[in-house]
């Protein structure tokens, strides 16, 4: 079964610092990775998903994450944060046999001026 | 506008008084699904629709029920609703199914005394 962990359910980083948000999955088929973000009072956009290919992926306002197959990590990166960054961050899995999607508990990320 | 549209947006009852949410998404999509989210348990699936009536349970469908009659609507029934219903509802919906994006409506806070 596949499962998900976000390490760190808050993090705090200052306006123009890197955010990094960690995300490690176990799933016994080659998964696929979303990331979703939730502003506040609002419902969950997508920031951006892997499924094949390029294992570096490019998502909206900026930020990144990277599938590491040997690492069954895929952390959530921004070179430099800004406040209107501030939101819930998740991490999903799927397999490609289930159609369904495994979230993690969420990683709350706080920027300070 | 694309969306996913929720009502009530918050509401207050009482044990075992029979309550409908509603939900509709104007994009046409053929996938739909109810997620409740609850602090330090991230997103939870409580029921989902491949299409107009085929729904299947998630992983927490206990004390839940939903029809889907009509593409665009996606009701979610609590028939005798409990003081652990208490959480926060998401309804989605995407083109296909959970492992492209997923449209997020804003959210209904439901509070069982």
């Known amino acids: 079964a596949q499962s998900v962990t976000q390490l760190g359910s808050h993090v705090s980083v200052s306006e123009g610092a890197l955010v990094l948000l960690r995300c490690n999955y176990s799933s016994s088929v080659p998964p696929y990775l979303f990331w979703y973000v939730q502003y506040p009072n609002q419902g969950l956009q997508l920031l951006l998903k892997y499924t094949t290919g390029a294992t570096l992926v490019k998502g909206i306002n900026g930020f990144e994450a990277e599938f590491k197959k040997s690492e069954t990590s895929f952390h959530l990166t921004k070179p430099s944060a800004h406040m209107s960054d501030a939101a819930e961050y998740f991490c999903a899995v799927s397999d490609r046999n289930t159609d369904k999607l495994i979230f993690g508990t969420g990683t709350r990320l706080q920027v300070f001026p | 506008e694309a969306q996913v549209t929720q009502n009530p947006r918050y509401l207050i009852t009482v044990t075992g008084k029979k309550l409908t949410v509603t939900c509709s998404q104007n994009m046409n999509h053929e996938y739909m699904s109810w997620y409740r989210q609850d602090p330090g348990l991230g997103l939870r699936q409580i029921y989902y629709s491949m299409n107009v009536e085929v729904t299947d349970k998630g992983d927490v469908p206990e004390g839940y029920k939903v029809s889907r009659k009509e593409k665009r609507n996606f009701p979610l029934i609590l028939e005798s609703p409990s003081p652990n219903q208490t959480s926060l509802y998401f309804c989605?919906?995407?083109?296909?199914?959970?492992?492209?994006?997923?449209?997020f409506g804003p959210g209904t806070r439901l509070l069982v005394l």
């Open positions: 989605a919906s995407s083109a296909t199914g959970a492992l492209v994006a997923q449209y």
